[in-house]
T-cell receptor, first 111, second 113 residues
Framework: KQEVTQIPAALSVPEGENLVLNCSFTDSAIYNLQWFRQDPGKGLTSLLLIQSSQREQTSGRLNASLDKSSGRSTLYIAASQPGDSATYLCATETSGSRLTFGEGTQLTVNP | EAGVVQSPRYKIIEKKQPVAFWCNPISGHNTLYWYRQNLGQGPELLIRYENEEAVDDSQLPKDRFSAERLKGVDSTLKIQPAELGDSAVYLC???????????FGQGTRLTVV
């Protein structure tokens, strides 16, 4: 059974700082890994999808990397802004299209 | 293009009462998921549909939960009777065939009192 762990559980940084969120998973036989953002009381917004054959994906100030063999992914956020404050979730898709989520990292960017 | 639409957004019911949630996925997405998210935790899969077939319902508490996806489009998730521990956010998601992004609705926040 896939287990996904996210570290840290919470992170508070000053505006403008670059930061890294970590995601690890136990079963490396994944089809893809997806990073989501969740604002309080809202659903999930997809940020980046990395296919199992890819090493990284970029979108604006976000860069996600994937190392399948070690069961790790990182989400890099450059020049953080207060509007980036949210919970960030990673999820792996494995056999049977099952998305397994971590518990998320709650990010606060202080002005 | 409209995203995944869920209703209602909020629901408060007394324990032992029934409740139903509705989901309209993105047009053309044949895969539909129902997830439950407890406060401070990641979503957990309840059931996954491929078209109208439930292909993964291993984590659905079948004694009180049921779901259907008629005609392979809209889906309804029902709880009867509801318990206090069912208070959570119920999320619906859809995706195209395997290996593509999953898109989530805004969720239904259920409070059982």
């Amino acid at each position: 059974k896939q287990e996904v762990t996210q570290i840290p559980a919470a992170l508070s940084v000053p505006e403008g700082e670059n930061l890294v969120l970590n995601c690890s998973f136990t079963d490396s036989a994944i089809y893809n890994l997806q990073w989501f953002r969740q604002d309080p009381g809202k659903g999930l917004t997809s940020l980046l999808l990395i296919q199992s054959s890819q090493r990284e994906q970029t979108s604006g100030r976000l860069n996600a990397s994937l190392d399948k063999s070690s069961g790790r992914s990182t989400l890099y956020i450059a020049a953080s802004q207060p509007g980036d404050s949210a919970t960030y979730l990673c999820a792996t898709e494995t056999s049977g299209s099952r998305l397994t989520f971590g518990e998320g990292t709650q990010l606060t960017v202080n002005p | 293009e409209a995203g995944v639409v869920q209703s209602p957004r909020y629901k408060i019911i007394e324990k032992k009462q029934p409740v139903a949630f509705w989901c309209n996925p993105i047009s053309g997405h044949n895969t539909l998921y129902w997830y439950r998210q407890n406060l401070g935790q990641g979503p957990e899969l309840l059931i996954r549909y491929e078209n109208e077939e439930a292909v993964d319902d291993s984590q659905l508490p079948k004694d009180r939960f049921s779901a259907e996806r008629l005609k392979g489009v809209d889906s309804t998730l029902k709880i009867q009777p509801a318990e206090l521990g069912d208070s959570a956010v119920y999320l619906c998601a859809s995706s195209a065939p395997i290996d593509t992004e999953a898109f989530f609705g805004q969720g239904t926040r259920l409070t059982v009192v």
